[in-house]
């Protein structure tokens, strides 16, 4: 049986926060501590991450490695259908998506309608049909050999992937696509959060700010 939790969400027309950045600046870790301020039934959280398309239909490139980078890898019409059940108060169920890593357990994910709904997710700022759903858009930065060495982190300890791999897919797929799809619309969000070291004043601006939004 897999195991279950809870990630709280809703009432009428959340207040929409989408939250982008490139592999590695921090996303995951900003989101925790975000979410870590409010209490259950204030705030939920939708990821990108749980909406990739199952790995045989993922592109492969010239090398016939799986390329789970690409816009394409998404199954973005399920991603954005759960947004808007989401903001019109309708609770959705979905599986954790483990990249066919066989040491990790799927667990189910609820999300529940909730007054803040934050949005996560690569390539949400160009997706059109999610863009429009945001009323905040942050984006996430850091430097790009932080961003490695996170990346070479999460992809061995939540993926399995080793250290060569891992190296490789950020060449052939990470950076080509981080600078072809998601850096380009940084100037598009609302606020920048540089996340070299910390992001501490940061986020204690964004948490005022949406406490008086419940």
Do not use: W
């Amino acid at each position: 049986m897999r195991n279950r939790f809870v990630i709280y969400c809703g009432m009428k027309t959340p207040y929409t926060i989408g939250i982008t950045g490139g592999s590695g600046s921090g996303k995951t870790s900003f989101i925790r501590q975000l979410a870590a301020e409010f209490a259950p039934g204030e705030l939920c959280l939708i990821s990108q991450d749980n909406y990739y398309k199952p790995i045989e239909l993922q592109l492969v490139d010239e090398a016939g490695v799986e390329n789970f980078d690409l816009p394409d890898s998404i199954d973005r019409d399920a991603f954005v259908s759960d947004i808007k059940k989401l903001k019109a108060g309708i609770s959705v169920s979905r599986t954790e998506y483990t990249f066919n890593n066989p040491s990790s357990e799927q667990k189910t994910i609820e999300h529940i309608p909730s007054p803040l709904l934050i949005v996560e997710g690569l390539f949400i700022f160009g997706y059109p049909e999610i863009e429009k759903e945001l009323d905040l858009k942050i984006y996430i930065e850091a430097k790009d050999h932080i961003k490695l060495t996170r990346r070479i982190l999460r992809d061995n300890q939540e993926r399995g992937y080793d250290l060569t791999d891992v190296l490789y897919r950020y060449e052939k797929h990470v950076m080509p696509v981080y600078e072809t799809y998601i850096q380009p619309l940084k100037s598009t969000a609302h606020f920048i959060i540089p996340n070299n070291t910390d992001f501490k004043v940061a986020l204690q601006i964004l948490v005022e700010s949406l406490k008086k939004r419940i």
